[in-house]
């Protein structure tokens, strides 16, 4: 039976005791004797509970308790209900680790648990597998001692894991690993490991592809110009020809500036580490660009150009002019005649920021984020019509990337856009 003495019944049950003794003491003419003998025996009672209650602790294997007796019986099937709660209670824990365990080892990426300095305190198999480690005799070990490439030794050091970062796999330098970090817990660190080889196989067909085809359409296609300019210059302005050579021709010119604007996108995205250690002659930029805006422009638009022409930065003229040349020409492609662009090249509290703004047609917020994908129209008809191949903001992104910069739109449909990148100030030439 399980039952709990309160302490109210434990002092009626010793005072019936003592009451009971000194009566028995009364009958038989002995009070303090009676009293004395009974309280020893009492105590002997007591003393041989505890010694039972510490057997079944420490020595008895069997997991119920003795039956307990008197005011015991409260106090042995307390502790035994107490048991039978922890029991339960380290069963679901084990049962829940069993199953975190069994999640992990599913994942299909190497799973790493660091403490705050390092140390590896689980992985699962994958991680024995992708990364060499060896369990558990790598418990405890520092994972830098286990990882040994310089790049890994500094992500660590430097402590920001927004971006992942690739490493040769430590097992096999042929295959390639996407490794992420991520607080997990009590300022415990999860480190997932991903192979990427295959990825970045396919990433650099691609590229290959794109850039080899490019190429070869670019010799075609100036044939194919050559005859068309040759064939409309022998038709008359009146000849029936003379409409379809035209088209022709327009779409010809169409398919070099698209194949311009792949080879330069595959030459900018090729160029991997960049050296950023030329200083960009930024007076010299802006006069060709100026020169360029307005040979687009004509008379039609009112450009403005406010560049501080002394604020020199570090990086590939190439790619930063390329990069403000696309900015420029969106900006007239996209505002109608009559519009208004403003330029600007200025100091700010970041770095030095360009800014292309126009009173154009403006962008509806949910094409914004997706701009600077390749072939990203936000009107396939107007865009066509323009001459846009969907491909010049994705050159700006992989220039600006280069020059660890991003493109910052703000733009509201029917009044206008703002592009806009902040070079940051470790890039800014010093005076
Ligand atoms: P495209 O060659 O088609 O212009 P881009 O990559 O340069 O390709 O631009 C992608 C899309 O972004 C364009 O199709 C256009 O819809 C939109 N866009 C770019 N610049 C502007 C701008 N200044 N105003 C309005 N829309 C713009």
């Given amino acids: 039976m399980l039952e709990s003495y309160s302490g109210y019944r434990l002092i009626l049950r010793l005072s019936l005791i003592i009451t009971a003794l000194f009566l028995l003491g009364y009958m038989i003419g002995q009070v303090t004797g009676t009293v004395i003998i009974g309280t020893i025996l009492?105590?002997?009672?007591?003393?041989r509970q505890i010694a039972r209650l510490n057997f079944w602790l420490w020595k008895d294997r069997r997991i119920t308790p003795p039956q307990g007796q008197g005011?015991?019986?409260?106090?042995?099937?307390?502790?035994?209900r107490l048991q039978g709660k922890n029991r339960r209670r380290v069963g679901q824990l084990a049962s829940l680790l069993g199953r975190f365990r069994q999640g992990a080892e599913a994942l299909p990426d190497a799973a790493v648990v660091l403490d705050?300095?390092?140390?590896?305190?689980?992985?699962?198999?994958?991680?024995?597998?992708?990364?060499?480690?060896?369990?558990?005799?790598?418990n405890g070990q520092r994972i830098d001692n286990l990882i040994r490439h310089p790049d890994f030794s500094n992500y660590l050091k430097k402590g920001d894991y927004e971006v992942p970062l690739e490493i040769p796999s430590p097992v096999s330098e042929n295959r390639l690993l996407e490794i992420r970090i991520m607080s997990y817990g009590d300022r415990q660190l999860l480190l997932m490991a991903r192979d990427v080889t295959r990825l970045n196989q396919l990433e650099g067909m691609r590229k290959d592809f794109v850039a080899n085809v490019s190429h070869e359409l670019k010799t075609p296609l100036t044939v194919l110009q050559g005859y068309l300019e040759i064939m409309q210059s022998m038709e008359g302005d009146g000849s029936h020809n003379a409409k379809p050579l035209a088209l022709m021709q327009q779409q010809t010119t169409r398919m070099q500036s698209m194949v311009e604007q792949l080879l330069a996108l595959s030459r900018i995205e090729a160029a991997g580490d960049v050296d950023l250690t030329q200083v960009v002659n930024m007076q010299?930029?802006?006069?060709?660009?100026?020169?360029?805006?307005?040979?687009?422009?004509l008379d039609d638009y009112t450009l403005s150009f406010d560049c501080d022409k002394t604020l020199n930065v570090h990086g590939i003229e190439l790619q930063l002019r390329s990069a403000c040349s696309n900015l420029i020409s969106n900006a007239i492609r996209y505002t109608a005649p009559g519009g208004h662009i403003a330029?600007?090249?200025?100091?700010?509290?970041?770095?030095?920021?360009?800014?292309?703004?126009?009173?154009?047609?403006?962008?509806?917020?949910?094409?914004?984020?997706?701009?600077?994908?390749?072939f990203y129209r936000v009107d396939n008809a107007r865009s066509s019509k323009t001459g846009?191949?969907?491909?010049?903001?994705?050159?700006?992104?992989?220039?600006?990337?280069h020059h660890h910069s991003e493109l910052l739109v703000t733009s509201e449909l029917g009044k206008g856009s703002t592009f806009s990148f902040v070079i940051a100030l470790p890039l800014l030439e010093s005076q």
């Fill in 116 to 138: 705050s300095t390092y140390n590896i305190l689980w992985c699962n198999k994958l991680a024995q597998l992708v990364l060499g480690f060896v369990w558990p005799q790598d």
């Fill in 284 to 297: 010299f930029m802006f006069e060709v660009l100026k020169e360029e805006a307005q040979a687009l422009a």
């Fill in 388 to 401: 846009g191949s969907g491909l010049g903001l994705a050159i700006v992104k992989h220039a600006l990337n």
């Fill in 343 to 374: 330029i600007s090249w200025k100091r700010v509290a970041a770095g030095a920021e360009f800014a292309v703004t126009d009173n154009g047609v403006g962008i509806a917020p949910q094409h914004i984020s997706r701009l600077t994908e390749r």
């Fill in 71 to 80: 005011s015991w019986e409260g106090v042995f099937n307390g502790i035994y």
């Fill in 42 to 47: 009492l105590l002997v009672w007591h003393y």
